[in-house]
């Protein structure tokens, strides 16, 4: 699905993405939401505002949103960025490490989907690959830095783009696509270029946040407009089924809070331990399952109310928030206005500086800048880098007072 594709900027579905059933109930109504990563220049721009609704196919029992959104509202001038933690770093480097070894091995060729500023990229040299190809379709972070021999190309991957790719650069040995599989709404195209692209005897290794964490650890903050899906390894193996891949082996990886690596080919291989335990937990936590589904909308609507307590009793404490992520504006926009008591984000990324934070309209600052000692308390929006942000606070900012962690599962507080 293309940005042309849209007369309005965004379109509502009317069958299952995945198996194309009508059969979709509603699991958990979070309402009218800006787009997440669609940071605003001044408090006073104009803001899109989109229905945010999870829904669950009963046919297939695929999880994803109710709603396509333009992608060119969300990707073309993309603030994400992948190197901005030391977790992100050390992940995309031990990440490189396991696709040279679970590839042929040796001097492989290998295209990124979704390249975002080329950490990946860059690892994947320093391990030895021959090439490297990253698509992304945000100008703003093509890295052209990087040394060695990496090509870059520009744009939505999609079965036209792979085409073009592939007579201009060839076959690849190895297509990464870390959590990107979960923002297409034509999951279908983007497979068709990927067998285009890959070689006979080549893998392919997606990235994407584990349903099995979304749904046990209630993480519906990650529900925002870019996820079209909510994968587990089930739907995953249904879409490489479109292509003749099996999943043969996966690993586990920090990002999001928790996520699954799979790796696939078109060769029969043998299933690792590691996969068939994965479908087992799978299975047993109720990932397939409407009324465990039904039980995570029930405890995350509880999780909000609770919050709107906490930041109405203690609206005179001096609050900031950690984390101005994607998934912090669907937590605090989905709190509503007693999150206006914070009083701006703090956040790593330089380019989110001197920006506000959709919906709610908080400064986004540098947390040297954010963090004195008349702060008392700090929302850690970004609660799956917690250790890293807990030691930037008390090393780094030689900060003292109280943290609030929304999640995973519950609020925690605590002094340190």
Not at 1 to 27: G, Q, Y
Not at 64 to 80: A, G, I, K, R
Not at 295 to 319: G, Q, V
């Amino acid at each position: 699905m293309k940005a042309s594709d849209f007369n309005e900027p965004f379109d509502e579905i009317k069958s299952c993405r995945t198996c194309l059933s009508k059969e979709l109930v509603i699991i958990l109504d979070l309402g009218l939401h800006p787009l997440a990563n669609s940071l605003l220049r001044n408090a006073s721009e104009p803001e899109t505002l989109v229905p945010l609704i999870l829904i669950r196919c009963e046919s297939c029992t695929t999880i994803q949103l109710s709603v396509n959104v333009n992608p060119e509202l969300m990707f073309q001038n993309y603030l994400w960025v992948t190197g901005t933690t030391n977790t992100a770093r050390s992940h995309c480097s031990n990440l490189a490490e396991l696709i040279i070894q679970k590839s042929a091995g040796g001097k492989v060729r290998v295209l990124e989907i979704g390249s975002n500023d080329g950490t990946l990229l860059e690892a994947l040299v320093e391990k030895g690959a021959a090439e490297v190809i990253g698509v992304d379709p945000a100008s703003n972070l093509q890295p052209n830095h990087l040394k060695g021999p990496v090509k870059l190309v520009e744009g939505f991957f999609s079965k036209d783009l792979a085409a073009e790719i592939l007579h201009t650069l060839g076959q690849v040995d190895v297509i990464v696509a870390r959590n990107v599989l979960s923002h297409v709404p034509n999951l279908n195209n983007v497979m068709h270029g990927i067998d285009e692209l890959v070689c006979e005897k080549g893998i392919v290794v997606i990235e994407f946040h584990d349903a099995s964490k979304i749904l046990t650890e209630l993480h519906y903050e990650s529900i925002y407009h870019e996820h079209t899906f909510y994968h587990s390894i089930r739907s995953i193996q249904a879409a490489l089924d479109q292509i003749g891949f099996k999943i043969f082996d996966i690993t586990l990886s920090p990002i999001s809070g928790g996520s699954n690596v799979i790796y696939a080919s078109r060769e029969s291989k043998e299933i690792s331990p590691s996969l068939q335990n994965a479908l087992k937990a799978e299975e047993s936590k109720g990932v397939y399952s409407e009324e465990a589904w039904e039980n995570f909308a029930r405890l995350s609507r509880e999780n909000i109310d609770h919050l709107r307590k906490i930041f109405e009793i203690e609206k005179d404490s001096k609050w900031i928030a950690f984390g101005a992520s994607a998934r912090s504006s669907t937590l605090l926009n989905s709190v509503g206005q007693t999150a206006k008591y914070l009083s701006k984000i703090a956040d790593n990324n330089p380019l989110k500086h001197n920006k506000f934070s959709p919906g709610l309209k908080l400064p986004i600052v540098d947390p040297k800048e954010a963090i004195d000692s008349s702060v008392e308390k700090i929302f850690i929006c970004a609660f799956n880098f917690e250790h890293e942000i807990i030691e930037l606070l008390k090393t780094e900012l030689n900060w003292h007072g109280e943290v609030v962690l929304p999640l995973p599962m519950k609020i925690r507080r605590y002094e340190i």
